[in-house]
């Protein structure tokens, strides 16, 4: 078999941890996709690069830019060559997210009720109350099997030695998931028969799952309870992952002008009348949830929902206020949070991380700025970050002026070198940073994690950042059986 | 059904039958336009579809320029492109209550009257081929409505949009064409001018067929009007309304079902107990003002009903 040149080029980054590339060669279960890639000429690659948009572009996964009155479709970028996971790692990053996830969701009914954490002096109060989405409403709300993450999203990303860190938690509204589907189903178009061959697991149980669990949290002891999706209409950006996900349980999606609250039950308004919802998968934010409650100018929302929820007519998923669990300040705190709750070693590493607001870890992290990343401990989406080994010393000192104003808004943690994969690009393979975002499902059965989830990969060469709007773009991920 | 996805679906269905209506128009008159140089004119079709204004009084007579306006124009509210795109839009808001196969369908279609190349071959190429290709995708997508969609709620909604919008069109044309005998009553004997007005409903073949005597005014009144088997008679989409809209009764919302049905049933009445005689008695022009307002009348009763809950 002749090797194409392609592969030949391929050169890994110094210091950093190659998905593919080991010491010297090719990771075995690497070797027979690369075998079939092998196979194909550069053309070939670039070819089915065109299909894989197509494909994209045909079936309206995209999302919509505004410029200049007009609409473009754009579609998220995905590079077509997959991200492997062998059985070993993935079994170890399972049971890490499971431990984690009853953890946090351990956490999150203890500080909605009695904070034994806080009077136990593990997690500082003030940590708590200085975190907006810390939500006195939700106190001593009963949530259904006291289960308050349904669905999350965790960042997982490897440094130099392959040792998988936690980066963040996602508990409130993680997106992404039908990439993580329509990524695979891209790919099977794209590599016929690969996936068998290299006996790949499947992903497409996730939405039966999400279904089974949303359907046993209703509150009426009834034999079709009805389940919608709470969308917050076509111009939100994942509006296409809302439809896909309605369309793939077989649950009526809704905006919050279809729904109205009347003696505390929630109600969708229908050409027949108004019909009784029991459970609410929502996709809107917190804080836009309810006007009489939050932010009163959202039209996104339903006014009298959280009535409605804490009188327990109605469930909703994820709980409100879960955002206390993943603040970047609190996450500092988790793997305490794991030996305090379950009196056990945590099993998935965090990144170190100072809280700014503590005078000596901030003085360390300004001392050491080159080589730290400082985010906002309520940010997401890449915005508001500093790179301290790419960014010049003015951004550095207008950044430090920004933390010295409110420094229990930020945290520091230092770089962590992403692992990179090899992507096509340029007509031939290159590595980009990637990390890892499984999605973990939680149901009064248990916890279960469809075994996959979504690399995110960092196209700009040199580049840690990963998220889309960052220009970050997407690959199948494949975990072997 | 949530009443926003039942009128999404109803509007949805109404874009994609007026751009069928709105291509053929163009189809038809652009060939005409090639026939008889000398009388021809853009005017009714301009009036039909976008009606008087500053940007189709610039048009005048040039075939291409009105058809780019009509097809990829973005400052008409009903071209093409803007039709489809908000057929698109409701598709999007709704995708969960039609296939998979209808939402990528009209993807395509979308995509398709969006390309520049669209634009660009109305401009210099035959544009034929390309209303050709755009008549296909609505084909295409009057196929897959048929093949994948379940015959639900969702589906009467679609078609009940879809035959108020035929009928709509239908008295539009007429009145319009007919309305231009007054200025010119040389079009009365005009072959070609039944002809095209024919053609431009796909009622050519059945015409002819039907009547032997060559193309009389009143025939294609009785055509266009009042035949149960043309599907683009006024009385067949009166008739298909009713049918679908039967479908939708339910005891929740009786009184609402009653109001609406007495709307559709008065209007079936008034087509079906007409005759060309009693229509020309009463005048052609009030009788399908007549009718049109029933059909508006039908389009708000629904809203009202049906939609308005949201």
């Given at each position: 078999?002749?090797e194409?040149?392609?592969?030949?080029?391929?050169?890994?980054?110094?210091?950093?941890?190659?998905?593919?590339?080991g010491?010297?060669?090719?990771?075995?279960?690497?070797?027979?996709?690369?075998?079939?890639l092998?196979?194909?000429?550069?053309?070939d690659?670039?070819?089915?690069?065109?299909?894989?948009?197509?494909?994209?572009?045909s079936?309206?996964?995209?999302?919509?830019?505004?410029?200049?009155?007009?609409?473009?479709?754009k579609?998220f970028?995905?590079?077509?060559?997959?991200?492997?996971?062998?059985?070993?790692e993935?079994?170890f990053?399972?049971?890490?997210?499971?431990?984690?996830?009853n953890?946090?969701?351990?956490?999150?009914?203890?500080?909605?009720?009695?904070?034994?954490?806080?009077?136990?002096?593990?997690?500082?109060?003030?940590i708590?109350?200085?975190?907006?989405?810390?939500?006195?409403?939700m106190?001593?709300?009963?949530v259904?099997y006291?289960?308050?993450?349904h669905?999350?999203?965790?960042d997982?990303?490897?440094d130099?030695?392959?040792?998988?860190?936690?980066?963040?938690?996602?508990l409130?509204?993680?997106s992404g998931?039908?990439?993580?589907?329509?990524?695979?189903?891209i790919?099977?178009?794209?590599?016929?028969?690969?996936l068998?061959?290299?006996?790949?697991?499947?992903?497409t149980?996730?939405?039966?799952?999400?279904?089974?669990?949303?359907?046993?949290?209703?509150?009426?002891?009834?034999?079709?309870?009805t389940?919608?999706?709470?969308?917050?209409?076509?111009?939100?950006?994942?509006?296409?992952?809302?439809?896909?996900?309605?369309?793939?349980?077989?649950?009526?999606?809704?905006?919050?002008?279809?729904?109205?609250?009347?003696?505390?039950?929630?109600?969708?308004k229908?050409?027949?009348?108004?019909?009784q919802?029991?459970v609410?998968?929502?996709?809107?934010?917190?804080?836009?949830?309810d006007?009489?409650?939050?932010?009163?100018?959202?039209?996104?929302?339903?006014?009298?929902?959280?009535?409605?929820?804490?009188?327990?007519?109605?469930?909703?998923?994820?709980?409100?206020?879960?955002g206390?669990?993943?603040?970047?300040?609190?996450?500092?705190?988790?793997?305490?949070?794991?030996?305090?709750y379950?009196?056990?070693?945590?099993i998935?590493?965090?990144?170190?991380?100072?809280?700014?607001?503590?005078?000596?870890?901030?003085?360390?992290?300004?001392?050491?700025?080159?080589?730290?990343?400082?985010?906002?401990?309520?940010?997401?989406?890449?915005?508001?970050?500093?790179?301290?080994?790419?960014s010049t010393?003015?951004?550095?000192d207008?950044?430090?002026?920004e933390?010295?104003?409110?420094?229990?808004?930020f945290?520091?943690?230092?770089?962590?070198?992403?692992?990179?994969?090899?992507?096509y690009?340029?007509?031939?393979?290159?590595?980009?940073?990637i990390?890892?975002?499984?999605?973990a499902?939680?149901?009064?059965?248990?916890?279960?994690?469809?075994?996959?989830?979504?690399?995110?990969?960092?196209l700009k060469?040199?580049s840690?950042v990963?998220?889309?709007?960052?220009?970050?773009?997407s690959k199948?991920?494949?975990?072997?059986? | 059904?949530?009443?926003?996805?039942?009128a999404?679906?109803?509007?949805l269905?109404?874009?994609?039958?007026r751009s069928?209506?709105?291509l053929?128009?163009?189809?038809?008159?652009?060939?005409?336009?090639?026939?008889?140089?000398?009388?021809?004119?853009?005017?009714?079709v301009?009036?039909?579809?976008?009606?008087?204004?500053?940007?189709?009084q610039?048009?005048?007579?040039?075939?291409?320029a009105?058809?780019?306006?009509?097809?990829?124009g973005?400052?008409?509210?009903?071209?093409?492109?803007?039709?489809i795109t908000?057929?698109?839009?409701?598709a999007?808001g709704v995708?969960?209550?039609?296939?998979?196969?209808?939402?990528?369908?009209?993807?395509?279609?979308?995509?398709?009257v969006?390309?520049?190349?669209?634009?660009?071959?109305?401009?210099?190429?035959?544009?034929?081929s390309?209303?050709?290709?755009?008549?296909?995708q609505?084909m295409?997508y009057?196929?897959?409505?048929?093949?994948?969609?379940?015959?639900?709620e969702?589906?009467?909604?679609?078609?009940?949009?879809?035959?108020?919008?035929?009928?709509?069109?239908?008295?539009?044309?007429?009145?319009?064409k007919?309305?231009?005998?007054?200025?010119?009553?040389d079009?009365?004997?005009?072959?070609?001018?039944?002809?095209?007005?024919?053609?431009?409903?796909?009622?050519?073949?059945?015409?002819l067929?039907?009547?032997?005597?060559?193309?009389?005014?009143?025939?294609?009144?009785?055509?266009?009007?009042?035949?149960?088997?043309?599907?683009?008679?006024?009385i067949?989409?009166?008739?298909?309304?009713?049918?679908y809209?039967?479908?939708?009764?339910?005891?929740?919302?009786i009184?609402?079902?009653?109001e609406?049905?007495?709307?559709?049933?008065r209007?079936?009445?008034?087509?079906?107990?007409?005759?060309?005689k009693?229509?020309?008695?009463?005048?052609?022009?009030?009788?399908?003002?007549?009718?049109?307002?029933?059909?508006?009348?039908?389009?708000?009763?629904?809203n009202?009903?049906y939609?308005a809950?949201?």
């Open positions: 078999m002749q194409s040149g392609y592969f030949s080029q391929y050169s890994p980054i110094d210091g950093v941890w190659d998905e593919m590339y010491v010297g060669n090719i990771r075995d279960h690497y070797s027979k996709v690369i075998d079939y092998s196979r194909e000429s550069a053309e690659l670039a070819r089915k690069e065109e299909l894989a948009k197509r494909l994209f572009m079936q309206g996964i995209t999302f919509t830019v505004y410029s200049s009155g007009e609409g473009i479709e579609i970028p995905f590079d077509i060559i997959p991200r492997i996971i062998t059985a070993d993935w079994a990053v399972e049971k890490g997210i499971k431990q984690r996830l953890a946090l969701n351990l956490f999150l009914k203890d500080v909605y009720n009695n904070q034994f954490i806080v009077k136990d002096g593990i997690v500082p109060i003030d708590i109350y200085s975190c907006p989405h810390f939500l006195r409403e106190y001593q709300l009963q259904p006291d289960i308050y993450v669905i999350a999203g965790i997982l990303i490897r130099h030695d392959g040792t998988f860190y936690v980066l963040e938690d996602n409130r509204t993680p998931v039908s990439y993580m589907l329509e990524n695979r189903e790919t099977k178009r794209l590599f016929p028969d690969l068998p061959q290299c006996a790949v697991r499947s992903v149980e996730y939405p039966n799952i999400l279904y089974k669990n949303l359907l046993s949290l209703s509150p009426r002891q009834i034999s079709n309870p389940i919608v999706l709470l969308s917050p209409g076509i111009y939100n950006s994942a509006y296409f992952e809302h439809t896909t996900l309605a369309r793939l349980m077989g649950v009526e999606l809704v905006e919050g002008r279809d729904l109205v609250v009347k003696n505390q039950k929630v109600y969708m229908t050409t027949i009348g108004l019909q919802v029991d609410i998968y929502r996709r809107v934010d917190d804080e836009y949830l006007p009489l409650v939050f932010n009163p100018a959202s039209i996104l929302g339903v006014a009298g929902i959280m009535g409605a929820y804490r009188t327990g007519n109605v469930a909703i998923v994820n709980a409100i206020g879960n206390v669990a993943d603040d970047k300040a609190v996450y500092a705190y988790v793997p305490d949070m794991i030996k305090y379950l009196n056990e070693e945590p998935l590493k965090n990144v170190p991380t100072y809280q700014l607001n503590n005078r000596d870890e901030r003085e360390h992290v300004f001392a050491n700025i080159n080589k730290m990343v400082v985010k906002k401990t309520n940010g997401s989406g890449g915005y508001g970050m500093l790179m301290g080994h790419a010393d003015e951004e550095i207008d950044y430090k002026k933390i010295l104003k409110d420094p229990r808004n945290i520091a943690q230092p770089t962590i070198s992403l692992s990179a994969a090899p992507c690009m340029q007509g031939g393979l290159h590595p980009r940073r990390d890892l975002r499984p999605y499902l939680c149901g009064p059965d248990g916890i279960e994690i469809v075994p996959g989830g979504l690399t995110r990969v960092a060469e040199g840690l990963v998220n889309s709007s960052q220009g970050g773009g199948d991920t494949w975990v072997l059986a | 059904m949530l009443s926003r996805v039942a999404s679906l109803y509007w269905s109404r874009y994609v039958e069928d209506g709105i053929r128009m163009l189809k038809i008159n652009y060939a005409s336009s090639q026939d008889t140089v000398q009388e021809f004119t853009w005017a009714p301009i009036r039909i579809f976008s009606g008087h204004n500053e940007e189709t610039k048009l005048g007579n040039d075939s291409r009105v058809m780019r306006y009509m097809v990829s973005k400052n008409n509210p009903n071209s093409i492109l803007n039709i908000f057929a698109r839009e409701n999007r995708q969960e209550h039609i296939t998979k196969d209808l939402w990528q369908c009209l993807n395509e279609y979308y995509h398709t969006k390309d520049s190349r669209i634009d660009n071959a109305l401009k210099k190429d035959d544009p034929v390309v209303l050709d290709i755009l008549i296909k609505v295409l009057y196929g897959t409505v048929e093949i994948t969609m379940e015959r639900g969702g589906r009467s909604y679609m078609n009940i949009g879809k035959y108020l919008e035929r009928g709509i069109q239908s008295v539009d044309i007429l009145d319009t007919f309305g231009s005998i007054d200025d010119n009553p079009l009365l004997t005009d072959t070609t001018y039944w002809k095209h007005l024919l053609l431009s409903l796909g009622g050519y073949e059945l015409y067929k039907t009547y032997r005597e060559g193309f009389e005014a009143e025939n294609v009144l009785e055509q266009v009007v009042l035949n149960n088997d043309f599907p683009r008679s006024v067949y989409s009166v008739n298909h309304i009713q049918r809209f039967e479908r939708l009764k339910n005891d929740s919302n009184d609402d079902y009653r609406l049905s007495f709307y559709i049933g209007l079936q009445s008034n087509i079906k107990y007409s005759s060309v009693s229509i020309k008695d009463e005048g052609l022009h009030q009788f399908l003002t007549q009718i049109r307002s029933q059909l508006y009348g039908i389009g708000d009763a629904l009202n009903h939609f809950n949201s």
